[in-house]
């Protein structure tokens, strides 16, 4: 079975900078892509940044510059490194990947798999 643990949230002042990870486990054989998203509280889930497995990214121009994604592919672990963290910032911060997996005879390709969701609060 596919888990996603996400780790590395906080609290910060305004300007400091945070390092998100999550760590997938479970017979992965190949990961397609990495999302990270945010939902602060009466906001929608947006997107903040993606990954492709060819190494294509994409941000929300809200984090364009201060934030980077970036993954480890021995370790099925995707990284959110975020700096000039402002308030707005503020939220719980979500993992998603879409990766094939196998379970007894069973191979699942193209699932989406999602984090429990860490939170990073941001301070003026």
């Known amino acids: 079975q596919v888990q996603l643990v996400e780790s590395g949230g906080g609290s910060v002042q305004a300007g400091g900078s945070l390092r998100l990870s999550c760590v997938a486990s479970?017979?992965?054989?190949?990961?397609?892509?990495m999302v990270w998203y945010r939902q602060a509280p009466d906001n929608q889930r947006e997107l903040v940044a993606s990954?492709?497995?060819?190494?294509?990214?994409n941000y929300a121009d809200s984090v364009k510059g201060r934030f980077t994604i970036s993954r480890d592919n021995a370790k099925n672990t995707v990284y959110l490194q975020m700096n000039s963290l402002k308030p707005e910032d503020t939220a719980v911060y979500y993992c998603?990947?879409?990766?094939?997996?196998?379970?007894?005879?069973?191979?699942?390709?193209?699932?989406?798999?999602w984090g429990q969701g860490t939170q990073v609060t941001v301070s003026s």
């Open positions: 998603k990947m879409n990766l094939d997996s196998r379970s007894g005879l069973a191979y699942y390709r193209f699932q989406d798999y």
């Open positions: 479970g017979s992965i054989f190949g990961i397609n892509a």
């Open positions: 990954l492709t497995s060819g190494g294509s990214t």
